[in-house]
T-cell receptor, first 112, second 117 residues
Framework: QQQVKQSPQSLIVQKGGISIINCAYENTAFDYFPWYQQFPGKGPALLIAIRPDVSEKKEGRFTISFNKSAKQFSLHIMDSQPGDSATYFCAASVTGGFKTIFGAGTRLFVKA | GAGVSQSPSNKVTEKGKDVELRCDPISGHTALYWYRQRLGQGLEFLIYFQGNSAPDKSGLPSDRFSAERTGESVSTLTIQRTQQEDSAVYLC???????????????FGPGTRLLVL
């Protein structure tokens, strides 16, 4: 119940295309869903996050779509660029709790 | 400090040796986490410190792993009698401490790359 399942494991997208990464969870107590971006040799860094009271959040080219009934959320990267090539982790946590559960990660490669 | 720092950045050791990894969290952050990331894998939770509370050690994979934290500052992760399967990147993160109603952002250090030969 504590798992967050992330897919795909890897993704290759042409420059200018849309990158879509999906995550699913089971614990309905989760109420905070961040996405982290990790470049090679670096630690993960928060990219964008959403709470379940909204169905979508957009920041620049990055959009989170959230489906509470399906217990799924996804990251969309519009107009993908080679600089977006990184590993992306979805995560989930409970407000006031401490443990963040991370997905297994998606390695994105954007071809120039 | 400006961010989470970790040392050493790389460590090569022989099987059976002990290693100590250090994490300096962001000043004022009461929560500190250790994760392990094997090559091409996700983040594996190891241990969590929050202020003066007892740490949550539920993620430590064996009794060869231990961690300490002095107050709300530096933490050290110790791996005794290292094995080849311990080879991984060990990431430390800190956050502001889980105050009610606040969403927690974890700020990660660059990691320590451990190679056990």
């Amino acid at each position: 119940q504590q798992q967050v399942k992330q897919s795909p494991q890897s993704l290759i997208v042409q420059k200018g295309g849309i990158s879509i990464i999906n995550c699913a969870y089971e614990n309905t107590a989760f109420d905070y869903f961040p996405w982290y971006q990790q470049f090679p040799g670096k630690g993960p860094a928060l990219l964008i996050a959403i709470r379940p009271d909204v169905s979508e959040k957009k920041e620049g080219r990055f959009t989170i779509s959230f489906n509470k009934s399906a217990k799924q959320f996804s990251l969309h990267i519009m107009d993908s660029q080679p600089g977006d090539s990184a590993t992306y982790f979805c995560a989930a946590s409970v407000t006031g709790g401490f443990k963040t559960i991370f997905g297994a990660g998606t390695r994105l490669f954007v071809k120039a | 400090g400006a961010g989470v720092s970790q040392s050493p950045s790389n460590k090569v050791t022989e099987k059976g040796k002990d290693v100590e990894l250090r994490c300096d969290p962001i000043s004022g952050h009461t929560a500190l986490y250790w994760y392990r990331q094997r090559l091409g894998q996700g983040l594996e939770f190891l241990i969590y410190f929050q202020g003066n509370s007892a740490p949550d050690k539920s993620g430590l994979p064996s009794d060869r792993f231990s961690a300490e934290r002095t107050g709300e500052s530096v933490s050290t992760l110790t791996i005794q009698r290292t094995q080849q399967e311990d080879s991984a990147v060990y990431l430390c993160a800190s956050s502001s401490g889980g105050l009610a109603g606040l969403q927690e952002t974890q700020y990660f250090g660059p990691g320590t790359r451990l190679l056990v030969l």
